[in-house]
C-alpha cells in the first residue's frame, strides 16, 4: 500500500504561482510514474502531467511551458510548479503512482484561481 499526500493547493489570482507538493510513504526512485490529475467541477479527471522512472516527462497541451513536474528522490516527493496561472486551472489537484500496474492516489488539494 502506498500514501500519497498532497498540499500547497489555494486561492490565487490569474497570473499567480502555486507550487504542489505529492509526499509518497515509500521511496519513489523505483515508482513507474508519478503524475498529476485534475479534476474540474462537472468534469471528468484528466492528466495534467507526469514523470516517468527514467525521467521522461509528459503535460497536457494546455500547462505546456506553465506547469512543470518535477521530483526529490530524497524527500520521496514530487512537485508541479504552476505558473501564469488561469481561472481555467481551477480544480482539485491529485498525486497519482503507478507501482507493479497499481495506481495510488492522494486526497486532493483544492487550486481556485480568481480572475
Known amino acids: 500500500q502506498v500514501q500519497l499526500v498532497e498540499s500547497g493547493g489555494g486561492l490565487v489570482q490569474a497570473g499567480g504561482s502555486l507550487r504542489l507538493s505529492c509526499e509518497a510513504s515509500i521511496s519513489i526512485i523505483s515508482i513507474f510514474s508519478m503524475g498529476w490529475y485534475r479534476q474540474a467541477p462537472g468534469k471528468q479527471r484528466e492528466l495534467v502531467a507526469m514523470e516517468f522512472s527514467g525521467g521522461n516527462t509528459i503535460y497536457v497541451d494546455d500547462v505546456k511551458g506553465r506547469f512543470t513536474i518535477s521530483r526529490d528522490n530524497a524527500e520521496n516527493t514530487v512537485y508541479l510548479q504552476m505558473n501564469s496561472l488561469k481561472p481555467e486551472d481551477t480544480a482539485v489537484y491529485y498525486c497519482?503512482?503507478?507501482?507493479?500496474?497499481?495506481?495510488?492516489w492522494g486526497q486532493g488539494t483544492q487550486v481556485t484561481v480568481s480572475s
Open positions: 497519482n503512482a503507478q507501482v507493479r500496474f497499481i495506481h495510488y
